[in-house]
């Protein structure tokens, strides 16, 4: 084992705060009713003492050598935090009578508090995040010296120490308490799941189900990532957990190492779009929209449906560019009663899930029952975790350090939302876009979707959809749309800002494992993602695509299934550059079909109802006209 493996007798206490938080965690959920504001402290205070605890200075590079200047600065971050909050619950009954004062004790603890949190994250997410909020916090002082709509009065130090730290909107604000109370229980969930054997039963079947498609190990990659990415809370953990499977079984079939690591990321980021759970997220849009949960859930399912099609229909065409066949009958996986089984470590939890949903329990609770279910399953169908039930603790471990980052994260992200609600540059933001779109909303969505983007490279989906969904979301409603809709449309390009280039965190996780370059697996993710990241634009266009939204309409919903079905054929022939009827296809037919696809999304009837039309001559009638199969080399197969 070497030094680096080698986990010191703190790191050890750390991995065990983070097992007993888990527990802690469910305890909570089914036994008691704790203090709002103790409970916000105590869970960002629990996951700082975690996270300095399992991810030590002296890991970090610089600090190898220098073991004596590590402690040295991890005393200094444990002293400032300890005393930070020991001063909070000093002015706590300040807080709540309102006679809280800014003197220079109650600001020197408050800021020992911030920087300590802040450097935590760092170690948790790297510098994006981080960097985000210091540009938020250099805004809010810099205000009265700034251009246009970016002007404000500014605020000085006693009031950026009172908005952030000594106040319930901003590091133990409202999206605190709400991540402490819905969210955590969802990772821990997660990593539950993972350890039960679910995860390699799951793909065994899918590999066995798909295999007599062409390209099959990646529609048995895109459906594992897919389940397990929506109870992710991180598109890179996702791919670092499936990923090992999958892209080498991606790889075997003839694909690319570019091709393998972006059905890999671009599945794993789709799976937190996906319902009934969508990473946790879909119960802080709940909470924003005031919706019901199952509402919510309702509205995301049939954009991740389509948005799967689209991905599929990519693979399959690739598949067929590259004359990749179906397996060989002897390499077919036989699929068991056994099988069969085991498929129920998956789908047994989130039935159980779903059910408590229905019933009307809160998602604490729903998510609690799935652990518990998800931890049966496991030791009545898979002996393995029935002869270790170390595997319990493990995954308990792993919920609970997952736990303690987001919850840095959600801590950071309450000074960002502290700063734009003192500022109100979200509220001018808003009134601006919307402004501008009360006659251009195409350009308004287009907008928001690249400030979506912008904000969200980098960062893990919930914060990333939580900074957007307050400046943008808002924005796309006073333009117009349906509150639904405008935040199903920024969760969409936040969770896909981890395969846009040049940041594409989500690609660099899954290159190295590949054997490929991060920035072309990123443009191939970014090509076979298309549909997934059009899909918002139709549904804004096309509310009843989301089944809850207001003045919903048959036709209108039917129309735009129609539309997406013949844009998904064009787009994935095209782009994919092979038709399974055609063949291989030339460049002026895959410009053209490019066109079609894009005509076919277009929401007015006298031109998508002709483009739908010719997509379907596209593979039939005109086969021999500007159809027809070119005379083209054949490319050796997993170029």
Same mark, same amino acid.
């Given at each position: 084992?070497?030094?680096?493996?080698?986990?010191?007798?703190?790191?050890?206490?750390?991995?065990?705060?983070?097992?007993?938080?888990?527990?802690?965690?469910?305890?909570?959920?089914?036994?008691?009713?704790?203090?709002?504001?103790?409970?916000?402290?105590?869970?960002?205070?629990?996951?700082?003492?975690?996270?300095?605890?399992?991810?030590?200075?002296?890991?970090?590079?610089?600090?190898?050598?220098?073991?004596?200047?590590?402690?040295?600065?991890?005393?200094?971050?444990?002293?400032?935090?300890?005393?930070?909050?020991?001063?909070?619950?000093?002015?706590?009954?300040?807080?709540?009578?309102?006679?809280?004062?800014?003197?220079?004790?109650?600001?020197?603890?408050?800021?020992?508090?911030?920087?300590?949190?802040?450097?935590?994250?760092?170690?948790?997410?790297?510098?994006?995040?981080?960097?985000?909020?210091?540009?938020?916090?250099?805004?809010?002082?810099?205000?009265?010296?700034?251009?246009?709509?970016?002007?404000?009065?500014?605020?000085?130090?006693?009031?950026?120490?009172?908005?952030?730290?000594?106040?319930?909107?901003?590091?133990?604000?409202?999206?605190?308490?709400?991540?402490?109370?819905?969210?955590?229980?969802?990772?821990?969930?997660?990593?539950?799941?993972?350890?039960?054997?679910?995860?390699?039963?799951?793909?065994?079947?899918?590999?066995?189900?798909?295999?007599?498609?062409?390209?099959?190990? +990646?529609? /048995?990659?895109? *459906?594992?990532?897919?389940?397990? @990415? =929506?109870?992710?809370?991180? #598109?890179? $953990?996702?791919? !670092?957990?499936?990923?090992?499977?999958?892209?080498?079984?991606?790889?075997?079939?003839?694909?690319?190492?570019?091709?393998?690591?972006?059905?890999?990321?671009?599945?794993?980021?789709?799976?937190?779009?996906?319902?009934?759970?969508? +990473?946790? /997220?879909?119960? *802080?849009?709940?909470?924003?929209? @005031? =919706?019901?949960?199952?509402? #919510?859930? $309702?509205?995301? !399912?049939?954009?991740?449906?389509?948005?799967?099609?689209?991905?599929?229909?990519?693979?399959?065409?690739?598949?067929?560019?590259?004359?990749?066949?179906?397996?060989?009958?002897?390499?077919?996986?036989?699929?068991?009663?056994?099988?069969?089984?085991?498929?129920?470590?998956?789908?047994?939890?989130?039935?159980?899930?779903?059910?408590?949903?229905?019933?009307?329990?809160?998602?604490?609770?729903?998510?609690?029952?799935?652990?518990?279910?998800?931890?049966?399953?496991?030791?009545?169908?898979?002996?393995?975790?029935?002869?270790?039930?170390?595997?319990?603790?493990?995954?308990?471990?792993?919920?609970?350090?997952?736990?303690?980052?987001?919850?840095?994260?959600?801590?950071?992200?309450?000074?960002?939302?502290?700063?734009?609600?003192?500022?109100?540059?979200?509220?001018?933001?808003?009134?601006?876009?919307?402004?501008?779109?009360?006659?251009?909303?195409?350009?308004?969505?287009?907008?928001?979707?690249?400030?979506?983007?912008?904000?969200?490279?980098?960062?893990?989906?919930?914060?990333?959809?939580?900074?957007?969904?307050?400046?943008?979301?808002?924005?796309?409603?006073?333009?117009?749309?349906?509150?639904?809709?405008?935040?199903?449309?920024?969760?969409?390009?936040?969770?896909?800002?981890?395969?846009?280039?040049?940041?594409?965190?989500?690609?660099?996780?899954?290159?190295?494992?590949?054997?490929?370059?991060?920035?072309?697996?990123?443009?191939?993710?970014?090509?076979?993602?298309?549909?997934?990241?059009?899909?918002?634009?139709?549904?804004?266009?096309?509310?009843?695509?989301?089944?809850?939204?207001?003045?919903?309409?048959?036709?209108?919903?039917?129309?735009?299934?129609?539309?997406?079905?013949?844009?998904?054929?064009?787009?994935?022939?095209?782009?994919?550059?092979?038709?399974?009827?055609?063949?291989?296809?030339?460049?002026?037919?895959?410009?053209?079909?490019?066109?079609?696809?894009?005509?076919?999304?277009?929401?007015?009837?006298?031109?998508?109802?002709?483009?739908?039309?010719?997509?379907?001559?596209?593979?039939?009638?005109?086969?021999?006209?500007?159809?027809?199969?070119?005379?083209?080399?054949?490319?050796?197969?997993?170029?």
């Amino acid at each position: 084992m070497t030094t680096q493996a080698r986990k010191s007798p703190l790191e050890r206490v750390g991995y065990a705060a983070a097992g007993l938080f888990s527990l802690a965690i469910m305890l909570v959920i089914a036994f008691f009713a704790l203090d709002e504001a103790n409970a916000r402290f105590g869970t960002i205070a629990i996951s700082a003492a975690i996270v300095i605890l399992t991810s030590p200075a002296v890991r970090i590079r610089g600090f190898e050598r220098r073991a004596w200047l590590s402690w040295l600065f991890d005393g200094l971050l444990v002293a400032s935090f300890i005393w930070s909050a020991w001063w909070f619950f000093k002015v706590k009954a300040e807080l709540w009578t309102g006679f809280y004062m800014a003197t220079p004790m109650n600001i020197a603890a408050g800021l020992a508090g911030v920087i300590s949190l802040v450097l935590l994250t760092v170690r948790a997410w790297g510098w994006s995040l981080v960097i985000m909020a210091a540009a938020f916090v250099l805004f809010a002082f810099a205000g009265p010296w700034l251009p246009g709509l970016l002007e404000h009065f500014g605020v000085g130090i006693s009031d950026f120490m009172q908005i952030v730290w000594y106040s319930f909107d901003g590091v133990f604000g409202r999206t605190t308490g709400l991540v402490a109370d819905n969210v955590l229980i969802f990772l821990i969930f997660g990593a539950v799941l993972e350890r039960t054997g679910a995860g390699q039963s799951l793909i065994h079947l899918s590999t066995a189900l798909t295999a007599r498609i062409r390209g099959g190990a +990646a529609h /048995a990659a895109i *459906v594992a990532s897919a389940v397990f @990415g =929506m109870m992710s809370g991180s #598109v890179a $953990a996702n791919i !670092a957990g499936t990923g090992v499977f999958t892209i080498p079984m991606i790889k075997r079939q003839g694909f690319s190492a570019n091709f393998a690591g972006a059905v890999e990321t671009a599945a794993s980021s789709g799976g937190q779009l996906t319902p009934p759970i969508m +990473a946790a /997220a879909v119960f *802080v849009m709940a909470d924003l929209v @005031g =919706m019901p949960f199952a509402y #919510v859930i $309702a509205a995301a !399912a049939l954009p991740a449906l389509f948005k799967y099609i689209g991905l599929f229909s990519q693979v399959y065409a690739e598949a067929i560019r590259l004359d990749i066949k179906t397996l060989r009958k002897e390499d077919i996986p036989t699929i068991t009663p056994r099988d069969w089984v085991n498929s129920a470590l998956v789908f047994l939890p989130i039935a159980a899930l779903m059910a408590t949903f229905i019933l009307g329990k809160s998602p604490a609770t729903a998510g609690l029952v799935g652990v518990l279910t998800a931890i049966g399953a496991g030791i009545v169908l898979n002996p393995e975790f029935r002869r270790k039930p170390g595997r319990i603790a493990q995954a308990l471990t792993d919920g609970g350090i997952s736990a303690a980052q987001i919850m840095l994260a959600v801590g950071v992200i309450g000074i960002v939302l502290a700063v734009i609600n003192e500022t109100g540059v979200a509220i001018r933001f808003a009134t601006s876009i919307s402004a501008f779109g009360e006659d251009f909303l195409l350009a308004a969505l287009v907008l928001a979707m690249f400030g979506a983007l912008i904000l969200g490279m980098g960062l893990p989906t919930l914060p990333a959809y939580l900074i957007i969904a307050i400046m943008i979301a808002p924005a796309i409603v006073k333009a117009g749309v349906p509150p639904i809709a405008a935040h199903m449309f920024v969760l969409y390009y936040a969770v896909y800002s981890s395969i846009v280039p040049p940041i594409a965190y989500g690609c660099y996780v899954a290159a190295p494992i590949a054997g490929g370059h991060p920035l072309g697996t990123a443009f191939v993710a970014l090509r076979i993602s298309i549909v997934g990241l059009l899909v918002p634009y139709v549904f804004v266009y096309s509310p009843s695509l989301l089944l809850v939204a207001d003045g919903f309409s048959w036709s209108e919903l039917t129309f735009a299934v129609l539309r997406l079905l013949a844009a998904i054929w064009m787009f994935g022939t095209s782009l994919g550059g092979a038709d399974p009827i055609i063949g291989r296809l030339a460049l002026h037919q895959r410009a053209l079909r490019l066109v079609l696809g894009a005509a076919c999304l277009i929401p007015i009837a006298f031109v998508w109802v002709p483009a739908a039309a010719l997509a379907v001559m596209a593979g039939l009638s005109w086969k021999r006209l500007l159809f027809r199969q070119p005379d083209i080399p054949e490319t050796p197969t997993g170029r």
